[in-house]
């Protein structure tokens, strides 16, 4: 889930917070880092049932006497072992599935965890509607932004605990599975199939997915201008003429982000298409999915293809540390659309942002972008007013030093956790604007700045 309606390098260690984040005080945990996870579902459509193997690579990070996950009530743990053996002992309870150490874990041990789990996935529900597992009219949908992985598998649930996985997925004959990272195999045995996907990229819990439908898979054509990244869409039959039609500009979105925010940052980039209306698209990692209302020409439709395309930079790649700076995912994948909507001919980026601020100025002023809290974490003005910061900061540098700024940033933190301190430090090296003075008011005060304009020679 990456967007509302429209109106609109690692973290150090000793930078990590001394408790989860309070945007969801109930999830993760700093006492251990995932660093893969190899993940094995079987899943039987018709009756939405769910039986998992979850083995976890794991580095202690602090004294403790047990592991805490992240696993939905629903799905309850039937088998635990650690390190080969049978656990000791092992509870599930609010959420969380507890494994105790008979020695305990001390700093930079490493434990492997074998779970066996099952039961009826459903979504969680919460501030942010239903996230996580989902039964769709003929399938499967998971979009875990921002507490949904554990309504699928056990986890160390924390955008900040970024890990390899392997997913091998068993489900009905003709139904495809499609998860992050690069496809290594589909085999069949009587009336199921089984597909296999590895992703090496570090990922974030909340972007892990599993998509499930009678989709085949198509290649939308990336022209003959680089890059050339590999492009699919994953539909049915019946919608594959409206996805090509809808996507047809795709690759161009994806030339024109690769020219504004450096090199595309994964193998490839898939669409999944499903056939039930979706109130919005939602991001993966290496993916997107989007409904068949998506698909129209129109503007409203371009602009979230573009959006949750841009996602992949700001939010997969570059994930934010802790959820109050949320702005860093939604505020340039905003700013991207207005790109976008230039490069198209639809209106200039300074068009884009007039509107914007027009319709800040005459909405509550009354949020903190750069810590919105959790229940405002999705409100439009972080989208708007974040875009609106990224604007003030290209108005204050100039075109040349601001798409520099951006392709180092991307460049420096790939495949890591960010926050907006680490952004304005970027901000001073590559810029001689003072980055903290201009960025305050944007992210840290209630009433709107002005309008940002260009400098004037």
């Known amino acids: ?5 429209e109106a609109g390098g690692s973290v150090p260690a000793a930078t990590l917070p001394a408790a989860p984040d309070p945007y969801l005080p109930g999830a993760g945990s700093n006492a251990y880092r995932v660093e893969r996870y190899e993940l094995e579902l079987d899943y039987k459509v ?12 794991g580095v202690a990070q602090a004294p403790a006497s047990a592991i805490v996950l992240d696993l939905a009530g629903n799905l309850r743990a039937t088998k635990v072992q650690l390190d080969g053996r049978k656990a000791g002992r092992f509870s599930q309870r609010a959420g969380q599935l507890v494994v105790a150490g008979q020695a305990g874990f ?3 041990q490493r434990f492997t965890l074998d779970i066996r789990y099952e039961g009826n996935p459903a979504p969680r529900r919460g501030l942010w509607g239903e996230v996580g597992w989902e039964e769709l009219s ?37 139904y495809r599975a499609v998860c992050n990272g690069v496809f290594q195999s589909r085999t069949t045995r009587s009336s199921r199939e089984t597909w296999v996907y590895e992703q090496a990229e570090p990922m974030a819990t909340y972007l892990a997915t599993v998509q499930i439908g009678r989709y085949g898979l198509l290649e939308l054509d990336a022209g003959r201008h680089a890059p050339a990244v590999p492009q699919h869409v994953a539909v049915t039959p019946a919608l594959a003429g409206r996805a090509r039609t809808g996507l047809a500009l795709q690759p161009a979105m994806m030339r024109t982000f ?17 056939e039930d209306e979706l109130e919005i698209p939602l991001e993966a990692q290496g993916l997107s999915i989007l409904g068949p209302n998506h698909l129209d020409p129109d503007w409203e439709s ?20 802790t959820w109050q700076d949320i702005w860093l995912h939604e505020g340039f994948a905003c700013y991207a659309e207005w790109i976008w909507s230039e490069e198209a001919g639809v209106m200039t980026v300074a068009g884009r942002a007039g509107a914007a601020w027009h319709r800040l100025e005459a909405d509550a002023q009354d949020i903190l972008v750069g810590d919105p809290g959790p229940e405002h974490m999705f409100d439009d003005r972080v989208y708007k007013r974040g875009a609106l910061a990224l604007h003030a900061v290209r108005m204050a540098c100039g075109d040349l030093a601001f798409f520099a700024l ?12 960010v926050g907006t301190h680490d952004f ?34």
């Not at 371009?302 to 540390?321: D, M, P, V, Y």
């Not at 903290?436 to 840290?444: D, G, I, N, S, T």
Request: net charge neutral; aromatic share 10%.
């Open 258 to 274: 690769t020219s504004c925010f450096g090199p595309y940052p994964f193998p490839g980039y898939t669409v999944v298409v499903t």
């Open 46 to 57: 018709s009756s939405n049932r769910l039986s998992g193997r979850a083995v976890l690579y």
């Open 106 to 108: 001390q700093p930079g």
């Open 424 to 457: 304005i430090l970027a901000i001073n090296r590559a810029t001689a604007v003072d980055a903290e003075a201009l960025l305050h008011p944007w992210l840290y005060e209630e009433s709107l700045p002005p309008l940002p304009l260009a400098r004037v020679s």
């Open 1 to 5: 889930m990456s967007f509302p309606a």
């Open 302 to 321: 371009q602009r979230l293809i573009a959006h949750e395309l841009s996602h992949q930079w700001f939010g997969n790649s570059l994930t934010a540390a």
């Open 138 to 174: 003929d399938g499967v949908l998971v979009a875990g932004q921002p507490n949904g992985a554990p309504s699928w598998f056990p986890c160390n649930d924390h955008p900040r605990n970024k890990a390899s996985y392997r997913f091998t997925i068993t489900t009905d004959a003709n």
């Open 406 to 417: 951006l392709q180092e940033w991307t460049a420096a933190h790939r495949h890591g956790s």
